[in-house]
């Protein structure tokens, strides 16, 4: 395994993120694909509350673990917002 592709699975370890299988694509970014928008890079997701966020190869490798961790901090808390339900 080279260093782009450790380090990369470093990152989708570390975010926690799943790899896009068939029933993932079907359920939910078929839709995007229907609208015009190229799915074919998307090759990670992770959910956040009820929140499907895609991610794609090229955006893990080209960005830093740290700035991947404090996203991952920023979507947690704006999706997950407990004041939404209060």
């Given amino acids: 395994m080279g260093h782009i592709e450790t380090d990369l699975q470093r990152k989708v370890d570390a975010l926690g993120l ?6 993932v694509y079907t359920e939910h970014l078929k839709v995007y694909e229907k609208v015009g928008v190229d799915v074919t890079h998307l090759k990670y997701y992770k959910w956040y509350g009820k929140r499907f966020v895609p991610y794609s190869k090229e955006y893990l490798i080209s960005s830093t673990m740290k700035d991947l961790l404090k996203r991952d901090k920023e979507k947690y808390k704006q999706y997950n917002s407990s004041f939404l339900f209060d």
């Fill in 18 to 23: 799943y790899v896009v299988d068939d029933v």
